[in-house]
């Protein structure tokens, strides 16, 4: 197993490096990111200005949600990796195939690090610059406020992780479709919708009609944001926190299990690009 | 071969060629459309749980949404070759070519692609409009479809200015990055509420230095024939679209600036 392990941290790595590159269009992320939030947050707190009865989420808690799937969201998996896409395009995808480990866990290593090196560029600066810079501008009814306790803040960290190894797996799911698209432009589409409603970054999921709630708990995209960022702001208590953490961990797994048998049939009627 | 003529020339060959790859045309439309339905249902989402957005009803604010989507479609659809200008011509060095050529940069960029997946964003726009404006019972006169189609008009032009002046920055960055992003995708955001939910620093922003209420809110407010909350007047309303315009003229003379400093990057 160990002998396993090692190229995958040397891929997970190497990736992660090349994608720390760009730092310009990181800050062109953040201020993007930031300008979204704003947006978001006016939004919303003008709806929230007109409620009359008691709400599923207080404002800070709506607050803490919106700057949270800002900072985070190169993590969700709304896009392909652009050079996954044009390796299937050129044929050099074929090379993957030559590799002495398990093509799966060897995309699975290069997904993560597409997924988190985003993030750790961008959501740092933008957690402080939520955090920190905005009481100091007198604006402290915007600021991202703290975890809600320290069994929320342990219950959040966790549930990142479950939440960047899911993301890993559904965009694995579009990375292996690509094989029989080729393109994937209209991939990243429909993906994007699917992940962004579902995940609560549109609307956050408890402000959903109560109708809709018995679906939108059983689905696997809350795994991606909505979970984390209810179990940071307290919204879902510390007694909630095992659940939910079970709850994302199995639909890690049964994506896991459904793109390594669309793998097993992807590669076995492959038609690589030549040239 | 004038100007009108090579433009449709040039189209024509865009649409066929995107017309080769049909499953990936047909997934892309259906995602933009997708977009703005799920857009839309996001807004229905926040009425249905809070009930009303500080006196505006769901039909109004489905109307700035659908004109504001619709209008940006238009601008996009025409603007596709200055929207992914840098990637294809500043980073390879294709744009020394578009220079020899005896005609406009802007008129071959303009005819560098007629994105047929926009249209996946303008139907649903269109469609959304003529939903609200049916739920409103609004008239059908002539002076309220025309002013909205001026306001498209100008709206049309703020959105093509702002891909030109994307592009423009690409004389400076190489890439194209996606601060960009902020005003075109982030203003069809901003543009689908009603402009005074918003902060006062960003009111001004949104008029005085990008004219986006300009060519959305303040012409559409005239449309609805409600009283604006921020107190402008009806002929102000009326007349604001032309900052669209006038938007664009500003950003075709940075482009041209921009194309004087332009050096090949030689690959």
């Not at chain 1, 604006?139 to 803040?153: N, R």
């Not at chain 1, 679906?215 to 979970?227: I, M, T």
């Not at chain 2, 032009?157 to 992003?181: D, G, H, I």
């Amino acid at each position: 197993m160990s002998a396993n392990i090692g190229p995958l941290v040397a891929v997970v790595s190497a990736r992660y490096r090349t994608l720390l590159q760009y730092r310009a269009a990181a800050f062109a992320g953040f201020a993007t990111q930031l300008f979204w939030g704003a947006i978001r947050l006016m939004i919303l707190a003008a709806f929230f200005a007109a409620a009359t009865e008691p709400q599923p989420m207080d404002l800070s808690q709506i607050v803490a949600y919106v700057w949270l799937g800002q900072a985070l969201l190169g993590m969700l998996p709304w896009n392909v990796d652009a050079d996954f896409r044009a390796q299937v395009r050129d044929g050099t995808v074929a090379y993957d195939l030559l590799r002495p480990l398990d093509l799966y866990s060897y995309w699975f290593g290069r997904t993560l690090a597409f997924r988190v090196a985003a993030p750790t560029l961008r959501g740092i600066p933008m957690v402080l610059f939520a955090m920190v810079l905005l009481p100091l501008a007198g604006l402290g009814d915007w600021a991202l406020t703290p975890p809600a306790s320290a069994s929320a803040f342990a219950g959040f960290a966790a549930s990142l992780v479950l939440a960047a190894m899911l993301a890993t797996a559904v965009t694995l799911l579009a990375h292996i479709s690509l094989l029989w698209t080729i393109s994937g432009v209209g991939m990243d589409r429909i993906l994007t919708v699917l992940v962004t409603v579902f995940s609560g970054l549109i609307v956050p999921l408890p402000l959903f009609p109560d109708w809709l709630q018995p679906f939108l708990n059983w689905q696997p995209f809350r795994g991606l944001a909505d979970v984390p960022y209810r179990i940071y702001s307290g919204n879902i208590p510390p007694a909630e926190i095992a659940g939910e953490l079970f709850f994302v961990l199995v639909w890690m797994i049964a994506l896991v299990l459904l793109g390594r048998l669309i793998l097993l049939r992807g590669v076995r009627r492959m038609v690589v690009q030549g040239g | 071969m004038n100007s009108a003529a090579l433009l449709y020339r040039y189209l024509s060959i865009s649409l066929r060629g995107q017309l080769q790859y049909r499953a990936s045309f047909l997934m892309a439309a259906l995602g933009n459309l997708l977009n703005c339905v799920i857009e839309l249902a996001g807004i229905w989402v926040l009425f249905d749980r809070f009930g009303n957005l500080s006196g505006w009803s769901f039909a109004e604010v489905a109307f700035f949404c659908g004109a504001v989507n619709a209008t940006y479609a238009i601008g996009e659809l025409m603007a596709t070759g200055f929207d992914q200008f840098g990637t294809l011509y500043v980073k390879t060095g294709d744009f020394d070519r578009l220079l020899l050529r005896p005609r406009s940069t802007v008129l071959q960029l303009a005819g560098h692609e007629l994105s047929l997946r926009r249209l996946g964003r303008l139907l649903p726009g269109l469609v959304i409009v003529i939903a609200a404006w049916a739920a409103l019972d609004l008239p059908l006169e002539a002076d309220r479809l025309a002013l909205l189609a001026f306001a498209m008009a100008g709206g049309v032009a703020f959105f093509f200015a702002l891909m030109v002046l994307q592009a423009t920055m690409c004389f400076w960055t190489t890439e194209s990055l996606e601060l960009m992003n902020i005003l075109t995708y982030g203003g069809v955001e901003t543009a689908s509420y009603p402009l005074p939910i918003y902060h006062r620093l960003f009111r001004r922003f949104f008029t005085f230095v990008v004219p986006l209420a300009c060519i959305g809110y303040f012409p559409i407010v005239a449309v609805l024939g409600v009283d604006d909350p921020l107190g402008t007047s009806r002929m102000f309303q009326v007349a604001a679209p032309l900052a669209g315009f006038a938007f664009f003229g500003v950003a075709i003379g940075v482009w041209q600036l921009g194309v004087r400093r332009y050096t090949s990057t030689g690959s």
